[in-house]
């Protein structure tokens, strides 16, 4: 396929130069203007890489157990599924620290 692509479009260049007429055209949608820069950017260079850091109490380790499921009690599983909605409200409230580089 990417073939067929590279030997219809000139190497690809119709493509690049398609997206780029639409970056530097259509005031009217920003939206589309910035997806069409991404996208540029995105295959020229890579997309950037993302990095989460997360440490234990006091900066430690995380600790963590597993068991299997089908051998906790029922309320074990709610204290497990109530744990994780205050961790993912922990996430949405942007208590965690995340560092991002591109590469």
Known sequence: MADYILTHTHGGREIIDAVLQVLRSYPQYPKVRLQAAELLLD???GKAVES???TG??????QVET???AAMDTETL???VRQREELLQYIRDGKVTVTGSSG
């Open 78 to 80: 709610r204290a497990l």
């Open 43 to 45: 295959r020229a260079f």
């Open 57 to 62: 109490a006091g900066g430690g380790p995380v």
């Open 67 to 69: 068991r299997a499921l």
């Open 52 to 54: 989460l850091t997360v």
